[in-house]
Nanobody, 123 residues
Framework: QVQLVESGGGLVQAGGALRLSCAAS????????MAWFRQAPGKEREFVAA???????YYADSAKGRFTISRDKVKNTQYLQMNSLKPDDTAVYYC?????????????????WGQGTQVTVSS
Protein backbone atom coordinates (compact mmCIF):
# COMPACT_ATOMS: atom_id res chain seq x y z
CA GLN A 1 0.00 0.00 0.00
CA VAL A 2 1.44 3.33 -1.08
CA GLN A 3 1.39 6.05 1.53
CA LEU A 4 2.60 9.63 1.69
CA VAL A 5 2.72 11.01 5.22
CA GLU A 6 3.34 14.69 5.88
CA SER A 7 4.74 16.11 9.09
CA GLY A 8 6.22 19.33 10.38
CA GLY A 9 3.22 21.62 10.26
CA GLY A 10 2.21 23.82 13.14
CA LEU A 11 1.65 27.33 14.40
CA VAL A 12 4.32 29.94 13.77
CA GLN A 13 4.51 33.71 13.91
CA ALA A 14 4.88 35.79 10.79
CA GLY A 15 8.50 35.87 9.72
CA GLY A 16 9.16 32.44 11.17
CA ALA A 17 10.09 29.18 9.49
CA LEU A 18 8.85 25.63 9.24
CA ARG A 19 10.17 22.51 7.54
CA LEU A 20 7.64 20.09 6.17
CA SER A 21 8.51 16.48 5.47
CA CYS A 22 6.74 13.90 3.35
CA ALA A 23 7.73 10.30 3.91
CA ALA A 24 6.75 7.84 1.20
CA SER A 25 6.27 4.13 1.66
CA UNK A 26 4.97 1.23 -0.37
CA UNK A 27 7.10 1.96 -3.41
CA UNK A 28 10.10 4.04 -4.42
CA UNK A 29 9.56 7.39 -6.10
CA UNK A 30 12.96 7.97 -7.66
CA UNK A 31 11.42 8.22 -11.13
CA UNK A 32 8.46 10.31 -10.00
CA UNK A 33 7.92 14.03 -9.77
CA MET A 34 7.07 15.17 -6.26
CA ALA A 35 5.32 18.33 -5.20
CA TRP A 36 3.66 20.36 -2.50
CA PHE A 37 0.23 21.90 -2.86
CA ARG A 38 -1.77 23.87 -0.33
CA GLN A 39 -5.37 24.69 0.33
CA ALA A 40 -6.53 27.62 2.41
CA PRO A 41 -10.04 27.79 3.87
CA GLY A 42 -12.57 28.65 1.18
CA LYS A 43 -9.99 28.47 -1.59
CA GLU A 44 -8.99 25.94 -4.21
CA ARG A 45 -5.93 23.77 -3.78
CA GLU A 46 -2.92 25.45 -5.39
CA PHE A 47 0.56 24.52 -6.49
CA VAL A 48 3.42 25.54 -4.22
CA ALA A 49 6.59 23.77 -5.36
CA ALA A 50 7.80 20.67 -7.14
CA UNK A 51 10.95 18.70 -7.79
CA UNK A 52 11.02 16.49 -10.83
CA UNK A 53 12.56 13.06 -11.27
CA UNK A 54 15.89 14.66 -12.29
CA UNK A 55 15.88 17.07 -9.32
CA UNK A 56 14.89 20.18 -11.23
CA UNK A 57 12.78 22.45 -9.03
CA TYR A 58 9.73 24.59 -9.74
CA TYR A 59 8.03 27.19 -7.57
CA ALA A 60 4.85 29.20 -7.52
CA ASP A 61 5.49 32.92 -7.59
CA SER A 62 4.28 33.14 -3.99
CA ALA A 63 6.96 30.67 -2.91
CA LYS A 64 9.96 31.91 -4.87
CA GLY A 65 12.77 33.20 -2.68
CA ARG A 66 11.14 31.96 0.53
CA PHE A 67 10.50 28.22 0.10
CA THR A 68 12.91 25.47 -0.89
CA ILE A 69 11.86 22.03 -2.01
CA SER A 70 14.21 19.08 -1.84
CA ARG A 71 14.14 15.32 -1.87
CA ASP A 72 16.19 12.47 -0.46
CA LYS A 73 15.80 9.56 -2.83
CA VAL A 74 17.52 7.16 -0.44
CA LYS A 75 15.04 7.98 2.32
CA ASN A 76 12.13 8.22 -0.12
CA THR A 77 11.30 11.58 1.46
CA GLN A 78 10.72 15.10 0.23
CA TYR A 79 10.94 18.33 2.17
CA LEU A 80 9.67 21.88 2.01
CA GLN A 81 11.67 24.47 3.89
CA MET A 82 9.50 27.53 4.39
CA ASN A 83 11.11 30.77 5.54
CA SER A 84 9.77 34.28 6.05
CA LEU A 85 6.29 32.91 6.52
CA LYS A 86 3.30 35.19 6.09
CA PRO A 87 -0.30 34.89 7.31
CA ASP A 88 -1.28 34.28 3.68
CA ASP A 89 0.71 31.03 3.83
CA THR A 90 -1.83 29.61 6.27
CA ALA A 91 -3.25 26.47 4.70
CA VAL A 92 -3.27 22.70 4.75
CA TYR A 93 -0.17 21.56 2.88
CA TYR A 94 -0.31 18.37 0.86
CA CYS A 95 2.51 16.39 -0.67
CA UNK A 96 1.98 14.59 -3.93
CA UNK A 97 3.81 12.23 -6.25
CA UNK A 98 3.24 11.41 -9.88
CA UNK A 99 4.63 11.11 -13.38
CA UNK A 100 3.47 14.48 -14.68
CA UNK A 101 5.18 14.33 -18.09
CA UNK A 102 5.89 18.04 -18.26
CA UNK A 103 2.79 19.37 -16.53
CA UNK A 104 4.33 19.48 -13.11
CA UNK A 105 2.17 22.25 -11.64
CA UNK A 106 -1.13 20.57 -12.46
CA UNK A 107 -2.81 18.86 -9.54
CA UNK A 108 -4.63 16.32 -11.68
CA UNK A 109 -1.34 14.82 -12.88
CA UNK A 110 -0.39 13.55 -9.44
CA UNK A 111 -1.36 9.99 -8.61
CA UNK A 112 -0.51 9.82 -4.92
CA TRP A 113 -1.44 12.26 -2.17
CA GLY A 114 -0.83 12.64 1.52
CA GLN A 115 -3.49 13.55 4.07
CA GLY A 116 -2.12 17.04 4.63
CA THR A 117 -0.54 18.98 7.46
CA GLN A 118 -1.85 22.25 8.83
CA VAL A 119 0.34 25.33 8.72
CA THR A 120 -0.92 28.39 10.57
CA VAL A 121 0.96 31.68 10.47
CA SER A 122 -0.12 34.29 12.99
CA SER A 123 0.34 38.01 12.43
Amino acid sequence: QVQLVESGGGLVQAGGALRLSCAASGRTFTSYDMAWFRQAPGKEREFVAAVNWSDRTYYADSAKGRFTISRDKVKNTQYLQMNSLKPDDTAVYYCAAGRTIGFITRMNNYEYWGQGTQVTVSS
